[in-house]
């Protein structure tokens, strides 16, 4: 067995919204773990296509893009927060917009782009360990992963959360039409054919909703160290 395949790692998976990114960047500082947002990588493609004006139905150069994604991740010095580079250009407000994240949601159903990202993700386990946020680490990615978490909340939860965010970074959002955009990603998240949302098995299973930051970090360490 290889140094890479003996890192242990911990999938977060959850829906937009649940907290999983936050979380997930906790974790990875406080174990001194590496840390995967793999979201980041499908929303990069998306925008990369939205920059370029690629039609959806071109396959191949979906493809293209995602395997080509000029990016790099530069965490902070606390752990709290990651810059995210495309082609030199701090993308992080971009990547979290309303049109970003719909368009991430459609590239994420094709099975070129998935297997595209697939090889990359996987290569960002290595020792000490690795904290993979995502919606499907630990039901297709790091499937052999020993604990694993799925994080929830309400859509109403999520819609406000992501209005938050989106306004102190100063970018105009209205709650309803997050909301709407919420349920339709839940739904084709769930129904798609490839890599649906859904807790893997023997995954700890948390609705953060009336949760504070702290108490959900705590049932994931517990969850760990049992």
Excluded at 45 to 56: G, R, Y
Excluded at 88 to 98: A, I
Aim: hydrophobic share 40%.
């Amino acid at each position: 067995m290889t140094e890479v395949q003996q890192a242990p790692v911990i999938t977060v998976d959850g829906p937009s919204g649940s907290g999983k990114g936050t979380i997930s960047q906790i974790l990875a500082t406080k174990l001194g773990y590496h840390l995967l947002d793999s979201g980041a990588l499908y929303r990069l493609t998306a925008l990369s296509v939205i920059k370029n004006d690629i039609p959806l139905d071109d396959i191949a150069a979906i493809e293209e893009a995602a395997l080509n994604l000029d990016v790099v991740f530069k965490p902070s010095s606390d752990g709290s927060e990651q810059t995210v580079l495309l082609n030199s250009e701090d993308v992080g407000v971009q990547l979290r917009l309303d049109d970003t994240s719909a368009m991430a949601s459609k590239v994420a159903v094709i099975p070129e782009v998935r297997t595209a990202l697939l090889t990359r993700q996987r290569k960002f386990r290595q020792k000490p360990g690795l904290v993979a946020d995502g919606r499907d680490m630990g039901t297709v990615v790091f499937t052999d992963a020993k604990h694993k978490v799925f994080l929830t909340a309400s859509p109403e939860i999520r819609a406000d959360r992501r209005y938050k965010q989106l306004t102190e970074k100063g970018v105009n959002a209205s709650i309803p039409h997050l909301l709407k955009s919420i349920i339709e990603r839940d739904e084709r998240d769930r129904t798609r054919t490839v890599a649906p949302l859904v807790p893997a098995e023997g995954a700890l299973v948390v609705d953060s909703s009336e949760l504070t930051i702290d108490e959900v970090v705590q049932q994931i360490i517990d969850f760990i160290n049992n």
